[in-house]
């Protein structure tokens, strides 16, 4: 089966790609062949388009089920599964981020709990911990964040996506407000002024 160029293009980039982000670049290609195809495709189509062997493109579907990124379904009268992405770039975008906080950021987070628990044994310790706890709460920031950007519907993500440097400019006013509001507080109360002929 040959590739439309611009397919074809894709596809190998994303497996360049793929490599970069941790994935080997069999698996790169396969799931962005899989993005683009129009139809679901079984394991035969895309070792034929993709020119690879049957295993390694079983061990690839096995690895992206894995992660949760394709669907498998059967069709009418066929006894082969086959396999596409999700249509929704959000859900994919939120199956990647949860897949990867799985596997990165939840051990990484209960490694630095456990080293949190520990009585320091001399300064050194104590300065390596008190690092320890101010990455441990960066993280934990940002996963609540993640938490809530994942319960948010995708178009209010998007839309947030969009605001860009307006959120910037939100928080400087946010600032202001707050330090008026605290030099207002800061004025000692004048005395009423007496009417004449008091």
Do not use: C
Not at 34 to 59: G, K, Q
Not at 66 to 87: E, I
Request: no cysteine.
């Amino acid at each position: 089966m040959q590739l439309p160029d611009l397919v074809q293009r894709f596809v190998l980039h994303f497996g360049e790609m793929g490599s970069r982000w941790g994935i080997n670049r069999t698996v790169g290609q396969i799931y962005a062949l899989l993005f683009v195809s129009e139809r679901p495709l079984n394991a035969d189509d895309i070792a034929a388009a993709l020119d690879f062997s049957r295993s390694n493109v079983s061990m690839g579907l096995k690895e992206l089920g894995a992660w949760n990124l394709v669907r498998m379904q059967h069709l009418p009268g066929d006894r082969r599964d086959y396999f596409s992405a999700p249509d929704d770039v959000w859900a994919i975008f939120r199956t990647l981020a949860e897949e990867r906080r799985k596997r990165e950021i939840d051990p990484t987070l209960s490694m630095l709990r456990d080293a949190l628990l520990e009585q320091p044994g001399n300064d050194a310790e104590r300065h390596a911990q008190e690092r320890m706890r101010q990455m441990h709460d960066l993280i934990e920031l940002a996963v609540q964040w993640f938490d809530d950007i994942q319960r948010m519907p995708s178009e209010d993500v998007r839309q947030l996506m969009l605001l860009g440097g307006a959120v910037q400019k939100l928080l400087a006013f946010k600032g202001r407000v707050r330090r008026a509001a605290t030099r207002q507080r800061a004025i000692p109360a004048q005395p009423a002024l007496k009417a004449v002929g008091d």
